[in-house]
Every structure is written in structure tokens, then in C-alpha cells.
């Protein structure tokens, strides 16, 4: 990391598919995002179009004729590989990537890896910021997900799986819709905003980005994401109101989530205003929040596009005791288990709501064509009358 660190800072931040995009417009829509390298990219124009940074490109133009992948995973690999040698090129210089999307969805699921892959050959550390489906999109949402984390796994750095459930908890029943996915858009950005700066921590930090990627990577392990802002204007105390908020945030789970923590990063940014004495007293009493055994490790920045104003994050970090990284990738049962660990599918992520677990559907959608009333021909359990495409649940692509 020692050549890294006389090189200038270049985060760049993509935004994938219909929900990366929506992401990335909020992000630039923070006056404090100015620093950051931008990029919005989608198969389907329409979401560019309506996409306000200059950094924007309607993948695979040629064959999908930006009208999106319709959930359609292998298309969006597909069209994101296409695009590769424009991918090296917009990422040229990049210090860290930063990718969000929403898995789920064909463009971000399928084409997030082609990102991975380029910035693995660049020796470009990264990060993966991700949503996850509602409980309400279903099953089939769900496993794509799963596989999507499954394929990411093994080439990123960082992989932060951000569950829509936990997003839109903390609004109440009679919250308009439209609403509700601006705020979280918004809370994603923020969560996005707040771990880039940990690039630009220059003082107090005891850690780099290598340690970061060190500690998060060292085994399977729970994050969450807090992140609170104040501005001077809210009232007499902005550090304290900053931490308040901090905590309150839906994706860090509460003073719980920082109490069992085996690691904590705390990042404080400001204004050239921000003093040594409201830093020190954030601290203090963010440290109060967190077991004796937990490894801290603070920094704070500041930037003139924060004049008067303060943002918090805290990233939280809980080991799983049992499980390597090398053991999560061997492991086949990917399945999102809300019992054992919120998430079992990431190695870094924030935890899933109780409720995430969908139970399998009766449901025996193999059709066995002219076979239908023969005897079964079985060979290692597998029906070899079933066509093989759909026993090894390979999707074809009808090129549509
Ligand atoms: N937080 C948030 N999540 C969203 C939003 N829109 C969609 N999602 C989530 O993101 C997943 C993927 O949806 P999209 O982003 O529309 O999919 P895509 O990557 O554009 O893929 P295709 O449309 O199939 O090409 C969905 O299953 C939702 O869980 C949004 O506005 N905000
Ligand atoms: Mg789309």
C-alpha cells in the first residue's frame, strides 16, 4: 500500500443498473460527493437519460438496444463483458472502486463481476456496496442475489450486502412509496460517501485501507453501516446530534450491533471548522458504545464542502468464530439463514431482518416433455429424462 500512498486519491464510484443509477444520482446530489469520480452505467438508456452526472454510458447499445435486461442475468453479463475495454478505460488511475447496484436485477447482477474482474486484473482494491431484494420480490429474486454474491465473492476485496428490508424499516406504514426509495436511495449514498472516506482519513487514523480490507477480509464477518450527519444550524451540540443520528440509522442496527463488535471504524469529516475538542468528545463517547476487546480504529478528514457540518460513520465489524472466507467459498449452501448469522451468503455484510427467510414453495416446475409417463431413468439421483438444461437449471439465452 506504500505506492498507493503518494499517488492522489481517485475513488471512483459506479452505479450499475436501474438502482445503481437512482444511488449514484443521490450521491452526486450531495454537495460533499464533489470529490469523488462518478460514473453511472445501464443497459437500459431511459435511466441514463434521467441520470443527472456527465460520466454515463448505455452499456452494450448495439445488442440491447437500451431497453435492459428484464432480469435477465446471463444478458447482463453478457452486455457488461462486451463493454470491458471501456471499463478498463473509465477505471485508468482509479486508487479504489466503489460499485453499487441492486442485486437482484439483470444488469447489476450479471454485470457487477465484469467490474470485479477488471479491476482484479488492475490490482485496483474494491468494494461492493449492494442491495438486496425485499422479502416481498420472492424467491426467485432472492436466489439471484445469492448467486450474484456467490460470483463476487472470490474477486472482491469488500463485499457489503445492504438489505432493502432493513432500508425501509425504521419508515412508518403510511410512509408514500415514492418517498420511501428516495430516503433510501439517500441512506445508500451516505453509507457509500462515509466509507470512501476512510481514503481521505489523514488524521488520528491508526489503520490504511489495507488494514481495512485486512481486518474485513482476515474471515466470514457481520458489518453494518452507520452513518449521521448534523449541521451546525441544528443545534448547539452538532458532534452529539451527528452521533445520535449515527445510531439511529437502519443499516447499523442500533448500539447493540456496536457493542458485540469485534472491530469498529469510525470516521469523522468536517468542515475546516470541525475542532480537536468536538472530536475528541465524539469519540469518547462513540468508544463507550463498544466492548473492551474491540479493535478501534478512528480517523476524521476534513474538506471545505463540509463547512458547517459533520458526518459520522461507523462500520462495524462481528467475526463469524466458526468460518474462514476460504470456507464460505467451498461452501455450496449459499442460502440466506437468518437463524444461524443474518446473512450467510457475504463474507461482509450488514445483517438481514428476521423476517428475510422465504420457506421453499411445494412447487415441481420440471416438466419431463415426452417422458412424462415412463419409468424414470435415474443415474447419481439425477432423472436423465429431464432435459439436462433444466436439471442443471442452465439458463438459454433466446437472445431477446
Ligand atoms: N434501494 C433501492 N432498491 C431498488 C430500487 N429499484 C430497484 N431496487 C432493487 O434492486 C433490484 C434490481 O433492480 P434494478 O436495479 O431495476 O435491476 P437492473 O440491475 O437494472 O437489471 P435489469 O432491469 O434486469 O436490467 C430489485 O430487485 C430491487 O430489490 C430503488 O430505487 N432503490
Ligand atoms: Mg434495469
Keep these: 500500500m506504500t505506492a498507493e500512498k503518494t499517488k492522489p486519491v481517485k475513488v471512483t464510484v459506479v452505479g450499475i443498473g436501474n438502482s445503481g443509477v437512482k444511488i449514484i444520482n443521490r450521491l452526486a446530489g ?7 469520480n462518478m460514473i453511472a452505467v445501464d443497459t437500459d438508456a431511459e435511466s441514463i437519460e434521467k441520470c443527472a452526472i ?11 438496444n437500451g431497453i435492459g435486461c428484464g432480469g435477465d442475468v446471463i444478458k447482463g453479463q453478457r452486455s457488461l463483458g462486451r463493454e470491458r475495454p471501456r471499463i478498463t478505460e473509465l477505471l485508468e488511475d482509479t486508487t479504489l472502486l466503489i460499485v453499487t447496484g441492486g442485486l437482484g436485477g439483470g444488469t447489476a447482477t450479471g454485470g457487477a463481476p465484469i ?16 442491495t438486496t431484494p425485499f422479502t416481498l420480490e420472492g424467491h426467485s429474486k432472492r436466489r439471484i442475489a445469492e448467486d450474484g454474491v456467490r460470483e463476487l465473492l472470490p474477486t472482491v476485496d469488500v463485499l457489503l450486502c445492504l438489505p432493502n428490508d432493513l432500508l425501509f424499516s425504521s419508515l412508518p406504514a403510511d410512509f408514500p412509496v415514492g418517498d420511501a426509495f428516495e430516503k433510501a436511495d439517500i441512506e445508500v449514498a451516505r453509507a457509500i460517501l462515509g466509507v470512501s472516506e476512510i481514503m ?36 448547539l451540540n452538532r458532534c452529539h446530534l451527528a452521533l445520535e443520528r449515527m445510531l439511529e440509522s437502519p443499516l447499523l442496527g442500533g448500539a447493540a450491533q456496536m457493542k458485540e463488535a469485534d472491530a469498529l471504524f469510525l470516521v469523522m469529516t468536517g468542515g475546516p471548522d470541525l475542532n480537536i475538542g468536538e ?32 458526518q459520522i460513520t461507523a462500520i462495524t465489524v462481528k467475526f463469524d468464530k466458526k468460518e474462514t472466507k476460504e470456507d464460505l467459498r467451498r461452501n455450496k449452501d449459499f442460502g440466506f439463514d437468518p437463524q444461524s448469522s443474518p446473512v450467510r ?50 439458463i438459454i439465452d433466446k437472445g431477446e
Design 54 to 64: 456527465p460520466n454515463k454510458i448505455v452499456a452494450d447499445m448495439q445488442w440491447r
Design 115 to 130: 467490474f470485479a474482474s477488471v479491476a482484479k486484473s488492475r490490482k485496483i482494491p474494491t468494494i461492493f456496496i449492494m
Design 200 to 235: 481521505r482519513c489523514k488524521n488520528l487514523l491508526a489503520a490504511d485501507f489495507s488494514d481495512f480490507v485486512a481486518i474485513m477480509n482476515k474471515r466470514k464477518s457481520v458489518c453494518s453501516i452507520g452513518v449521521g450527519t448534523a449541521a451546525s444550524s441544528d443545534g
Design 279 to 310: 472530536t475528541k468528545m465524539a469519540f469518547e463517547i462513540a468508544v463507550k458504545f463498544i466492548g473492551e476487546d474491540s479493535k478501534v480504529i478512528v480517523g476524521t478528514n476534513t474538506d471545505p464542502a463540509y463547512a458547517d457540518f459533520v
Design 345 to 394: 451468503t457475504t463474507v461482509n455484510h450488514t445483517p438481514m431482518p428476521k423476517d428475510f427467510e422465504q420457506g421453499e414453495l411445494p412447487l415441481q416446475n420440471v416438466s419431463k416433455g415426452i417422458f412424462l409417463n415412463t419409468t424414470p431413468v435415474n443415474h447419481n439421483g439425477e432423472d436423465l429424462d429431464v432435459p439436462t438444461y433444466q436439471r442443471r437449471m442452465i
Design 30 to 36: 450531495l454537495k460533499e460527493s464533489g470529490w469523488l
